[in-house]
């Protein structure tokens, strides 16, 4: 590769002029050290403190980072955080500090993809339709979503207590319009609720339909940089505010989620983190969701154990498998607008390797969601006959941690559809991940996700139809009996 001057570039060189920006606002001045990124800015650029570069992650000795097999995005999100490991806390005195309640604007970040600007990181997250790649956003989405806790949880002078945040849960991810891969996009998110170990966050894809008079100024001075970026008083404006700022309500196209936990670094055990103390209505609104969310899995886990000796002699139990015993005894007369769980069966399966670990040795939770998604959705694409639509991830539940070196399976099938409304009929897809050691002749469950996807409206009015899928064992209807009652709100 070569400058416009001629002379050829090394690799590292020609990736410090691509990549997207990050806006990291730093939670007070006493902390922003934390966030600022150790490598040198290009000559012809002056980023404010808080930027960090996609592309300076590539800068770092290979033999201190997990891998370079992640985006660009997760890896400067990894980047952000690296100061907490190499920087001492203080030891024992560290760990036993008192906590202090924070903000939701403390731990609040926010990534921008000049998609439209940026050839090299368009083409990372393009998929064959020229749509946006749903399962790397979604990558991302957890690498962010773990930069926000572990800000949440660092002390005030920027350093982090000894302790370990994994994901426990995604809640929800819900794709609210469509999301273009050539015009400019950002992921705005901060910790919203926060019990005694665990914390929610919420999340938003933001994607503007038009360009605002503010936002075509900064462009018009910006325009001799090859990146740009605006940077928004985030400590002063809640995460609301941010989206009516420049950004009309509908332009958030996606919104997710995310629960994560505290796990002593030394016992394992569960830990206390800092309260947050919302300060905004809107804040206070998310707070008062995020808490009734809560409430409700207690309810639901309580709900499920005494649902689950009822379930032998239910009715609903029954009928689910009226239709699929006509299968496998009389196959000949089946319905032929159906088909049998069993037969839309998927699976892959692969061999855990070092570049796809997190900071904290152990596969990548967003990596795991990434492959999962683009199985549910090649499983999808071959159920329907056409390219699927994703419409929102139900949940995802991390049941067990995913080490380097183990063998990871991972199997998805149809559950149910809902063809109710014939112009977006339903597809509801569960994948399991399962950790198989054959050395032990074992195999453990390590994760759960929940897919709903749908097809194009288009393909609709040419007269296609979406089958019904029936259950043919008793564990099946139970599955299918569970996810339809876990979609439906507690009476």
Request: hydrophobic content about 35%; some cysteine.
């Amino acid at each position: 590769m070569r400058s416009s001057a001629g002379k050829l570039l090394s690799h590292s060189q020609w990736m410090r002029t691509r990549g997207a920006r990050f806006h990291v606002p730093a939670p007070s001045c006493d902390s922003q050290k934390m966030w600022k990124s150790t490598a040198p800015p290009p000559p012809d650029e002056n980023p404010d403190q808080n930027s960090i570069d996609a592309g300076s992650s590539m800068r770092r000795p290979i033999s201190l980072w997990p891998g370079m097999y992640h985006s660009p995005v997760t890896n400067a999100l990894w980047e952000a955080r690296r100061n907490m490991f190499e920087t001492p806390t203080g030891g024992e005195d560290a760990s036993r500090s008192e906590l202090a309640a924070k903000t939701p604007s403390r731990s609040r970040t926010s990534i921008l993809y000049k998609f439209s600007s940026d050839f090299v990181l368009r083409e990372q997250y393009r998929n064959p339709w020229n749509e946006i790649r749903t399962g790397k956003l979604v990558e991302d989405l957890d690498a962010l979503a773990g930069t926000i806790s572990f800000k949440h949880c660092s002390s005030g002078d920027g350093s982090a207590r000894s302790m370990i945040l994994v994901t426990a849960s995604v809640d929800r991810i819900i794709m609210k319009r469509p999301i273009r891969v050539d015009a400019d996009l950002s992921i705005v998110g901060a910790v919203t609720w926060v019990g005694r170990s665990s914390m929610e966050m919420q999340l938003q894809v933001i994607q503007s339909q038009g360009i605002s008079v503010s936002l075509c100024l900064t462009l018009r001075k910006m325009s001799s940089l090859l990146i740009i970026y605006i940077s928004f008083p985030f400590e002063s404006v809640d995460m609301q505010d941010f989206a009516d700022a420049n950004h009309p309500s509908e332009s958030v196209a996606l919104e997710a989620n995310f629960t994560f936990v505290a796990r002593d670094a030394k016992t394992g055990k569960s830990t206390p983190i800092n309260p947050v103390m919302p300060e905004t209505e809107h804040e206070k609104f998310l707070w008062k969701e995020a808490e009734e969310r809560n409430k409700l899995r207690k309810q639901k886990r309580a709900q499920g154990k005494e649902e689950q000796e009822k379930l032998k002699d239910l009715e609903r139990l029954n009928d689910l498998l009226a239709e699929g015993r006509v299968f496998l005894d009389m196959p000949a007369l089946a319905d032929r607008d159906s088909i049998l769980i069993k037969d839309t069966s998927h699976e892959n399966s692969l061999i855990c390797q070092p570049q796809q670990r997190n900071i904290h040795g152990r596969i990548f939770g967003g990596f795991l969601m990434r492959k999962a998604f683009e199985l549910a959705f090649s499983n999808a694409y071959t159920f329907a006959g056409v390219s699927p639509r994703f419409l929102e991830v139900d949940r995802v539940d991390f049941i067990k941690p995913v080490d380097v070196g183990n063998f990871l399976r991972f199997k998805s099938r149809i559950l149910y559809t809902e063809a109710t409304i014939s112009a977006e009929p339903l597809i509801n897809i569960e994948v399991v991940a399962h950790v198989t050691s054959p050395e032990l002749r074992s195999s453990e469950v390590s994760n759960r996700f929940y897919f709903t996807f749908s097809v194009r409206p288009e393909a609709m009015k040419d007269g296609m139809k979406i089958r019904n899928v029936v259950p043919g064992t008793e564990e099946e209807a139970r599955r299918v009996i569970e996810r339809m009652d876990a979609e439906r709100p507690i009476s």
